[in-house]
């Protein structure tokens, strides 16, 4: 997306429900909205938000930016961060800058469509697909992602096939990666060090353009994020079988772009889909 006035943005994080109404069939049912933020008003301010992970260590919400950065007729929005860990209600904890423009300790991606956090090794993840490249991205001793002490490394997707990696997950059962390819309508699953472990198809349950997908630790599926042009998470299993769809209409999102699957923030603690929408 392209940088525009204020007046233009509407990014936000929308966050869903899993509870079914009584009436609608196993298969399928429609998601309501417990709430929306205005992430054009945060400090700083993060109008494209596109990748969203759960960092379930400290019970928030990490947030990548991958337009922030641009400069498109003279205007900027950008105030020296791409990345902002967020309370589950969508306030402020930290903010980080892992692209090229300074200042940054982490020069290492301008566009990261995608985020995830690794529990197992504390490791954070992010897709490019600009670079069309994952990084794995080590905190460091302090643990925290943007200082002086992180160190990353990063494997090629489009040798695998992937030309769009858009959002990434880990399936921290079993330490494999799993990236949503928006160009090829298809979920691909990587080892962490990058070797291709398979592949499938999701343009046959409707997902026109996967924007993200999101690990389910609880039932140890995925969940599947379309574009605006088709409004579902389609939830599948770890080989590509539809389990059910999941109709978001409701949150009536210009692009929803990234997805996370963490505790509700209205206080009853029930895991629900969290998703952040895009202006283009």
């Excluded at 209600?89 to 800058?97: D, F, L, W």
């Excluded at 090794?121 to 925290?144: I, K």
């Excluded at 924007?211 to 995925?222: A, H, I, K, Q, R």
């Amino acid at each position: 997306a392209s940088i525009a006035p204020w007046s233009f943005w509407k990014g936000t994080i929308v966050e869903l429900t899993l509870v079914a109404p009584t009436a609608a069939p196993a298969s399928s049912f429609t998601a309501a909205v417990v709430r929306t933020v205005d992430l054009a008003t945060i400090a700083p301010p993060s109008p494209d938000p596109s990748g969203l992970a759960y960092l379930s260590n400290s019970n928030t919400l990490l947030i990548s930016d991958g337009e922030v950065d641009e400069t498109v007729g003279g205007i900027t929005h950008f105030q020296g961060a791409n990345v902002w860990e967020l309370t589950l209600s969508g306030s402020v904890i930290r903010t980080a800058n892992i692209s090229k423009v300074t200042p940054s300790f982490v020069r290492m991606s301008n566009e990261p469509p995608g985020a995830a956090w690794n529990p197992n090794n504390g490791h954070y993840y992010f897709s490019d697909d600009d670079a069309r490249r994952v990084y794995d991205l080590n905190p460091g001793t302090d643990g925290l992602l943007g200082t002086v002490d992180d160190s990353w490394t990063s494997f090629d997707t489009l040798a695998a096939g992937s030309v769009d990696p858009e959002g990434i997950t880990i399936d921290s059962v079993n330490n494999q990666i799993f990236i949503a390819d928006g160009t090829n309508i298809e979920i691909y699953q990587f080892s962490l060090t990058g070797t291709l472990l398979g592949h499938f198809d999701v343009e046959q349950f409707g997902v026109l353009d996967p924007e993200s997908v999101e690990y389910n630790p609880d039932s140890g599926t995925l969940l599947v994020l379309s574009n605006h042009t088709s409004p579902l998470i389609a939830e599948v299993t770890t080989s590509g079988a539809l389990l059910r769809i999941i109709d978001i209409s409701a949150a009536n999102a210009y692009a929803p772009a990234g997805l996370a699957y963490a505790p509700a923030s209205d206080g009853s603690g029930a895991p629900c889909p969290i998703a952040v929408d895009a202006p283009a």
